[in-house]
Nanobody, 124 residues
C-alpha cells in the first residue's frame, strides 16, 4: 500500500513557475513508477509526465514537453514536477500516481495508487 500526498499548487500568472511535490509513504518507493496527471473542469484526466523507478527514464505529454520536468528523490520518497512557462491552459487539479509496471505509462487506469490532488490555477 502506498499513500501519496501532493503539495505546491497555487495561483500564478502566465509565464510563472511552480514546483509540485508528491510525498509517498512506505519503504518501497523506489519500486514504483511515478506519474503526474491533471484534470481540468469538464475534461477527462490527462497524462502529464512519468518517471521510472530510478529516475533514468522520463516521459512527457506533448503539451508540456520542454516546459515541465519530472524528477524523483528516492531517499526522500518524493517525486517532483517543475512547471515553467505556465499557461492558462495548464489550469487543473494535478494528481500524482504510482504503479509497479512501466508499460503504458500515460494510461491513468494502469496506476494503482493516487493522491488527493493539488489545484494549479494560471491566470492570463
Amino acid at each position: 500500500q502506498v499513500q501519496l500526498v501532493e503539495s505546491g499548487g497555487g495561483l500564478v500568472q502566465a509565464g510563472d513557475s511552480l514546483r509540485l511535490s508528491c510525498a509517498a509513504s512506505g519503504r518501497t518507493f523506489s519500486s514504483y513508477v511515478m506519474g503526474w496527471f491533471r484534470q481540468a473542469p469538464g475534461k477527462e484526466r490527462e497524462f502529464v509526465a512519468a518517471i521510472s523507478w530510478a529516475g533514468d527514464s522520463t516521459y512527457y505529454a506533448d503539451s508540456v514537453k520542454g516546459r515541465f520536468t519530472i524528477s524523483r528523490d528516492n531517499a526522500k520518497n518524493t517525486v517532483y514536477l517543475q512547471m515553467n512557462s505556465l499557461k492558462p491552459e495548464d489550469t487543473a487539479v494535478y494528481y500524482c500516481a504510482a504503479r509497479r509496471s512501466i508499460v503504458a505509462v500515460s494510461t491513468a487506469s494502469r496506476y494503482d495508487y493516487w493522491g488527493q490532488g493539488t489545484q494549479v490555477t494560471v491566470s492570463s
